[in-house]
């Protein structure tokens, strides 16, 4: 681990870390917020996972979610969206490859080797964390747009892992809409019964956890009707029993004036769920 | 004026307008957040001056300042920190010309056709501000580095025209040090007696309205002991008996993050100069 940037913030230190990461097998950069609190004695962890073309970078710089942190005593970490460096294959667009890891493990060539994501955002990254920084074993995971179907998704599949689950204008079906069809076609093969794993509203189904699901999406966002639908999440969890607390603000878009508009509350309910 | 960019934001809008600058000779982009409170009626306006190298995205995306602003019902206006567009001069190096307009009104060619910042920020902004949006003539002004400079010295040249000033690591003393020595001579010419009209140590020394000047300087500035060194506004205020509220942070350097962790406190000043 060596840091690379080290800013002081809202009384607490906003890091930039790189490390060789040995299940995307590739040198990775995360930003890692200490609150105040952190000089004292280990604090929880929230995970963020970030969208389509970001980087490690997009959260940290303009989501203005450390005053909550230290207002809370939360560490935050933002990983990167996809492995980078040589010799990691990119996709067509935007939306495929660098910058679109989609927290998935692949399995098809050529991306099995390093799309590794969902693996080093749950198990790699968390062991670094709690080893090299003052945190406890109290996690909690957001994200926007595919990173908030990466948040749902991770949360969904490995119970007991976090205490809280949000999600900003996720992704929650990626089976039915063309960002998730192109990507797990490229990932995970054309078989969309190997779909399901990685599906929001196909895993709420058979969810035993019953971590209960936190959803804003800005009705204003130019996504909401083609890539987001967030009604399918609604009915899946409607028809499952499953805990969703959805919520639609008129006006909101897609930016991360959103996000700032709604980390606070995001925040404040993750440090609740933490603290018990 | 045209707006580019619309965006929901802690209740009000965050906007990009663009339009037809007469006293710079060129089009200008301009972000301006409205608070919730503009619905209801006109609201105080803070000017915000950007640093060396920034548009007007820099501020409106990085400093978290709209949760403040939405609090207070301050409108907030941040510029571009330079003419720009084709036919406008550029200069040699991040520092000169594009990006690195000085809040100056320059008197050398090539730069006195379209280096107006000052005559922009001062007159053609406000006029443009109070005309098309919920603003009463209530202004205040703050600004980073280049543009804590460019506050400073609009402030103290115009006397009544703002109520509270402020800066974030600003440029105080641009005579001495070599950010504004290079800037000067290409703007102002050689002869160093037509600097002192934009040098804020030299300026308090005949201030006639005495209104306080705000600084807060992190310690771990890189640019502290070359560029900024504010400890010369502490002798120039110290020796006119100009009111200054000088603030050193341990730990804090020239980032973003230094202004976010603090223009709260800013903004909560500002909006008690303009209440009055």
Same mark, same amino acid.
């Given at each position: 681990?060596?840091?690379?940037?080290?800013?002081?913030?809202?009384?607490?230190?906003?890091?930039?870390?790189?490390?060789?990461?040995?299940?995307?097998?590739?040198?990775?950069?995360?930003?890692?917020?200490?609150?105040?609190?952190?000089?004292?004695?280990?604090?929880?962890?929230?995970?963020?996972?970030?969208?389509?073309?970001?980087?490690?970078?997009?959260?940290?710089?303009?989501?203005?979610?450390?005053?909550?942190?230290?207002?809370?005593?939360?560490?935050?970490?933002?990983? +990167?969206?996809?492995?980078?460096?040589?010799?990691?294959?990119?996709?067509?667009?935007?939306?495929?490859?660098?910058?679109?890891?989609?927290?998935?493990?692949?399995?098809?060539?050529?991306?099995?080797?390093?799309?590794?994501?969902?693996?080093?955002?749950?198990?790699?990254?968390?062991?670094?964390?709690?080893?090299?920084?003052?945190?406890?074993?109290?996690?909690?995971?957001?994200?926007?747009?595919?990173?908030?179907?990466?948040?749902?998704?991770?949360?969904?599949?490995?119970?007991?892992?976090?205490?809280?689950?949000?999600?900003?204008?996720?992704?929650?079906?990626?089976?039915?809409?063309?960002?998730?069809?192109?990507?797990?076609?490229?990932?995970?093969?054309?078989?969309?019964?190997?779909?399901?794993?990685?599906?929001?509203?196909?895993?709420?189904?058979?969810?035993?956890?019953?971590?209960?699901?936190?959803?804003?999406?800005?009705?204003?966002? +130019?996504?909401?009707?083609?890539?987001?639908?967030?009604?399918?999440?609604?009915?899946?969890?409607?028809?499952?029993?499953?805990?969703?607390?959805?919520?639609?603000?008129?006006?909101? +878009?897609?930016?991360?004036?959103?996000?700032?508009?709604?980390?606070?509350?995001?925040?404040?309910?993750?440090?609740?769920?933490?603290? +018990?």
């Amino acid at each position: 681990m060596q840091r690379i940037e080290r800013h002081a913030c809202f009384g607490g230190w906003q890091e930039v870390w790189r490390h060789e990461s040995a299940t995307l097998g590739c040198a990775m950069n995360v930003g890692v917020y200490l609150p105040p609190q952190a000089a004292d004695g280990p604090c929880p962890v929230l995970y963020w996972l970030s969208g389509l073309t970001c980087t490690e970078q997009n959260f940290i710089t303009k989501a203005g979610a450390q005053r909550y942190a230290a207002e809370h005593g939360l560490i935050l970490v933002a990983p +990167d969206t996809s492995p980078r460096g040589d010799g990691v294959p990119d996709g067509e667009g935007y939306d495929l490859g660098l910058g679109a890891g989609f927290y998935v493990n692949a399995t098809r060539a050529p991306w099995a080797t390093h799309y590794r994501m969902h693996d080093y955002v749950v198990d790699e990254l968390p062991t670094l964390v709690e080893a090299h920084f003052p945190a406890n074993a109290a996690r909690a995971i957001s994200g926007h747009s595919m990173g908030g179907h990466g948040a749902l998704v991770l949360a969904l599949r490995n119970p007991g892992r976090y205490r809280s689950v949000s999600a900003f204008a996720p992704i929650v079906a990626p089976s039915q809409v063309p960002w998730g069809r192109k990507a797990f076609t490229a990932y995970l093969g054309p078989d969309e019964s190997a779909w399901r794993e990685w599906d929001a509203c196909a895993l709420v189904a058979n969810a035993t956890e019953r971590l209960p699901l936190r959803v804003d999406q800005g009705e204003a966002d +130019d996504f909401l009707r083609e890539q987001l639908q967030p009604w399918r999440l609604q009915e899946a969890c409607s028809a499952a029993d499953h805990p969703l607390q959805l919520a639609l603000h008129a006006g909101s +878009d897609h930016s991360y004036y959103f996000i700032a508009s709604l980390i606070g509350t995001h925040i404040a309910w993750h440090a609740h769920a933490l603290r +018990d």
